[in-house]
């Protein structure tokens, strides 16, 4: 999950555009046809920011669809079928206004971008404009993860608990495929990082044991708050407490000896 919000008022959301299939919600992967025409992308913010990608002052592209279903998910809008991606040349408009203002990093996020058959081509093209590329996943698809790595600087993998509890918290099953994707990292990302949202009442101890386990070895680990909204999926989650920082600085002892770095957001 990206860690701050999608604040709709920043996004320069898609335009009209025709669909010519949609996927229905919990379907994957999406298999709208873009024909060369329109791009994954529905909506970028308008200003780049220093938050999300380190050391690089990022655009954020965001792509509709996701195969998860988080009840905390802070970008609910974007989970069921997919929407109309904006054209392709207003995306080249984009990646020129924001080269000319000194982002050089792009961070494609969602949604669950592995599941757009057009990803490889929206990264390439960001490429060749000179942007570095961060990915966020949820490493459902490790297949793609693996044909794009070769092009991507930085990936954020979600590690969302531990592997038993996967179907549980995110409706997704198949967490093997979450392993290969944690495994293709180890082995050939350049820049890695794993994030988990931790909620209170879910991340139990023997949970994050678990968790650390499975991540033992990893390069660096990102531990975030959950954070109540109105617009959660899960209606008792909305109003359910942020966690505490007693509960953050917990989960961080449990699981620093099992990476070489951890961060705590708050
Ligand atoms: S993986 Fe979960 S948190 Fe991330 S976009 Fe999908 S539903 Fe939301």
Redesign the pocket.
């Known amino acids: 999950?990206r860690r701050h919000p999608l604040a709709w008022a920043d996004v320069a959301l898609v335009e009209a555009s025709p669909a010519l299939v949609f996927s229905p919600p919990h379907s994957s992967p999406i298999t709208h046809h873009s024909f060369l025409s329109f791009s994954p992308v529905v909506a970028y913010l308008k200003q780049p920011t220093l938050v999300d990608f380190p050391g690089r002052l990022a655009a954020i592209f965001f792509l509709s669809g996701?195969n998860?279903?988080?009840g905390y998910?802070h970008?609910a809008a974007?989970?069921a079928a997919h929407r109309d991606g904006l054209p392709w040349e207003r995306i080249e408009h984009a990646a020129t206004h924001f080269r000319k203002h000194w982002a050089d990093g792009v961070v494609i996020t969602?949604?669950?971008p592995t599941l757009a058959p057009e990803l490889p081509e929206l990264i390439h093209r960001l490429k060749r404009h000179g942007f570095a590329i961060k990915l966020d996943t949820?490493g459902s698809r490790p297949d793609v993860l693996a044909a794009v790595l070769p092009e991507v600087d930085y990936v954020a993998l979600?590690i969302k608990c531990s592997p038993a509890t996967y179907p549980r918290l995110?409706g997704f099953a198949e967490v093997g495929r979450v392993a290969q994707s944690l495994d293709l990292l180890r082995a050939s990302a350049r820049t890695y990082e794993l994030r988990t949202t931790l909620l209170e009442a879910f991340h139990t101890d023997d949970d994050l044991r678990e968790v650390g386990q499975w991540i033992d070895g990893a390069s660096r680990l990102v531990l975030q708050p959950f954070l109540p909204r109105e617009d959660l999926p899960d209606p008792a989650l909305r109003h359910a407490p942020r966690t505490s920082p007693q509960k953050l600085r917990a989960a961080a002892e449990l699981l620093r000896p099992h990476v070489r770095e951890l961060i705590c957001r708050d």
């Open positions: 999950m996701c998860f279903r988080c998910c970008n974007l989970l969602g949604g669950e949820n979600d995110t």
